[in-house]
């Protein structure tokens, strides 16, 4: 499993592409992979704060329910409303299609704290 | 992940590892929960055919010359009632009426056949051996599971698969009925049962030639059978509105509120739990087994409390988000005086009420083909 070299990720999962104040974020497709056909996803709302690493929504597959972690801090500028009818875009396309949502970067410097895409290929192999 | 070291494994564990099979521990077995995708499995046994591994069900023999007086003492249903060759859906209840298994009683040429839920076996195979010695009857029960495999071809095109690979006269096997016979050169007992909601077989084989079984069928069945798992079974069976024992069924559940009443025969004589079920059947259960239609958009799951007009009322046994209905289903237990359909529920879905309303059970119900 290969995973884009522009972006870090955290130990949850979850991966962030940063271009210039704005954070893009979604789950890996490793973590797509093990949760299965995903048929449910609670987007968090607009305008609201993430933390990083605390939980901001949930992805639900056939039989699990499970909590997303923010890979950053920031506000919700965007969300990917398509997700709301198609889940299944998270499975086909996680660093694509299937992101989650876009933030307002607070802190550049807490993406010293996440992986890079060697890093994350070496924790999930 | 798990530790898997202590469990067991069914014949056809290589099987399921070669398929790239993602492997749970399911009631002391390693067990495939699904190969690729449980959608596309559960979409396959709706549509062609989908293949279960389920040899880790209990099998257990009932035989001698008073195992129908036996059966009848131990069982809810009417067991005399079978002719060789049927099969009935029954359970095993306590003194208090609550159930210890629900299982599929076969009469199998002189004898019983008793197939029981895996987490459950070693449970019944206790209950039973008790019955027997403290009832003096003329049988003896015998466990036959370690030694028996339980391959599950189930779906619509089921039928034609499983006709290229023997002689047996399939167009002729009713529901529930069984037939002993060759597949694919195997002595097999091949029973048209199923917990899919799907015409499908239950094919029961000595456990040695179980591989084969399996690669036969894989083979006969081409582009239109695939192997399916059991998160794929499960969502099967609750479109199917079928309980399942540790959600719908338990110790502190008796048949009338899961539904099952008809099951039960009052008036066969004396059997294990028949007092206790007889003042429930008197008194109506307190309690029933009911489905719901999501209204809003959250998926309920087991254990999540159900409201009726603000207060917990009930809870949520099994539920999930259909596959083939595309709507978000549950199976839970609600006072009987607020059972009926149309009537209003919701469901509370991490700390936030969600509406559903009461519909039929069972969800999904397939269409039957025509009798040629």
Redesign the interface.
Known sequence: MSHPGDLRYSKEHEWVRVDGGTATIGITSFAADELGDIVFIELPEVGSSLTQFAGFGVVESVKAVSDLFSPISGEVTEVNAALAEQPELLNSDAYGEGWIARVSLADSAELDALMDADAYEALTS | MSDTGSLLRTPLHDRHVAAGA?LVPFAGYEMP??YR???EEHRAVRTAAGLFDLSHMGEIGVDGGEAVAFLRYALVSEPGALEPGQAQYSMLCDEDGGIIDDLICYHVDDAFLIVCNAANHDAVLAHLERLLAKGDFDATVEDRSDRTALVAPQGPASAAILATLTELPLEELGYYRALRGDVAGIDCLVARTGYTGEDGFELFCAARHAGRLWDELVEAGGERLIPAGL?AR??LRLEAGMPLYGNELGPDTNPFEANLGRVVKLDKGEFVGRAALARVQQAGPRRKLIGLVMRD???P?HGYPVLHDGATVGVVTSG??S?SLGERIAMAYVPAELAGVGNRFAVVV?DRPYEAEQVKLPFYKRQRQEQH
């Open positions: 993602r929960v699904q995708s449980i959608l998160g499960d969502t958009n959250a998926i799951r999930t988000a596959p991490r």
